[in-house]
């Protein structure tokens, strides 16, 4: 009789397109391979998806006609960067993380943001527990909804309109979403959760109200979790000056979209946030990817910055039920970090794979 397998099995699908894409991708599965072959528990199959800038270059389409159907066959999706200097950022964006995440309904893109052991923000007086933040952004409309149109071009009076959409549905399940996310990390008074709701409610008067007024409907729902709304540029100011008065933010695509990048910054590096395209629903697999984009100015040279997709393959782990295997990796990636073993955006000098040996190593022990 053969033995039961007690290992679950997850497949991934891998897209590692553009610019520096490829490099942490294969960073990243070198260090899940290495945790999967440690676990006993869980293991992992992945698939190499090669669509990319080059891709729509040969073919005209970044993602063939079938796409969407074969990434419907994974658990999750694995995502390096787009973007490339010879393709305008509309066309990229759009031919492949967009027809993504908009398709398979990843309505809640999750942002945390901390600062590593080893590592400093460049604020002055802030230490690692004061700016431990989550930023959720709207994924699927707002001001991404593409909606809008060009005229009159080459004239004088040429024309332009890009439309924000916002509905009450979509408002709706994101402001849930990011409620029930402050409630779990539950770092208000009485430990019951904290938000803060970011629009621009004082220019914006149509879309952004019913922004403020779906958060108080939504509020109800989540007796006790504090809550306090926010002007997009206030909150800059916010995290800029009393990081430790935030925990949790919700806001609209692009308001969230600049906010993270602040956030990542002041915690250190734009190569350390990692992003969560969630469908919590959980319908399609969701999709994982680091904030940064294809960095076509380091690509090639070895000195990406693997620790974002160590994080983002960490958060992949936690949405299918692997804490465990999930807080083995961030475990080792901050003993790397305070190791003082880190790429030259953290202040270190090691490249793309010392971090990823270092970080195998510290697996094994
Ligand atoms: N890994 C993230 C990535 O490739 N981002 C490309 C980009 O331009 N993103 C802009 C956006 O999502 O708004």
């Not at 590692?16 to 440690?38: R, T, W, Y």
């Not at 400093?120 to 802030?126: Q, Y």
């Not at 926010?230 to 919700?250: E, F, G």
């Not at 999709?287 to 994080?311: L, Q, R």
Request: hydrophobic fraction near 40%; proline fraction near 5%; glycine fraction near 10%.
């Amino acid at each position: 009789m053969s033995p039961i397998s007690t290992s679950r099995n997850y497949s991934i699908a891998t897209i590692p397109a553009d610019g520096i894409g490829p490099e942490v991708i294969s960073a990243g599965v070198c260090v899940l391979e290495k945790l999967s072959s440690l676990s006993g528990t869980f293991s992992l199959s992945f698939h190499s998806y090669d669509w990319s800038s080059e891709t729509y270059k040969k073919t005209g389409a970044y993602i063939p006609h079938d796409g969407l159907d074969k990434l419907k066959q994974h658990d999750a999706i694995l995502f390096g960067a787009v973007g490339a200097p010879d393709v305008p950022d509309h066309i990229s964006l759009w031919g492949l993380r967009l027809s993504i995440c908009q398709p398979l309904q990843q309505y809640a893109n999750v942002r945390p943001t901390k600062i590593f052991r080893g590592t400093s923000s460049p604020l002055r007086n802030v230490s690692p527990g004061d700016l431990d933040w989550v930023i959720i952004r709207e994924n699927s409309e707002g001001e991404y909804a593409g909606q809008g149109g060009r005229s009159h071009r080459g004239q004088l009076w040429e024309t332009a309109t890009e439309v924000a959409v916002f509905t009450r549905h979509a408002i709706e399940r994101i402001m849930r979403f990011a409620f029930e996310t402050a409630k779990k990390r539950g770092r208000g008074k009485g430990g019951k959760g904290k938000l803060t709701v970011v629009t621009k409610s004082n220019a914006q008067r149509n879309g952004m109200v019913l922004w403020d007024e779906v958060a108080v409907e939504v509020g109800k729902e989540f007796p006790g979790v504090e809550v306090d709304k926010m002007l997009v540029d206030a909150m800059t100011c916010r995290m800029v000056l009393d990081p430790k008065s935030i925990d949790t933010i919700v806001a609209t695509n692009l308001h969230a979209d600049i906010l993270s990048d602040l956030a990542a910054s002041l915690a250190g590096s734009i190569g350390i946030a990692p992003t969560s395209n969630l469908d919590p629903t959980r319908a399609n697999p969701s999709m994982f990817e680091p904030i940064h984009g294809s960095a076509f100015d380091i690509t090639g040279k070895g000195v990406a910055n693997p620790v974002a997709t160590f994080w983002t393959a960490a958060e992949m782990l936690t949405w299918l039920g692997e804490e465990e295997g999930a807080a083995r990796l961030m475990e080792a990636v901050e003993n790397v970090t305070e190791s003082g073993v880190c790429t030259r955006d953290l202040g270190g000098k090691a490249g793309t794979k010392e971090v990823t040996e270092a970080v195998c190593s510290e697996l094994e022990k």
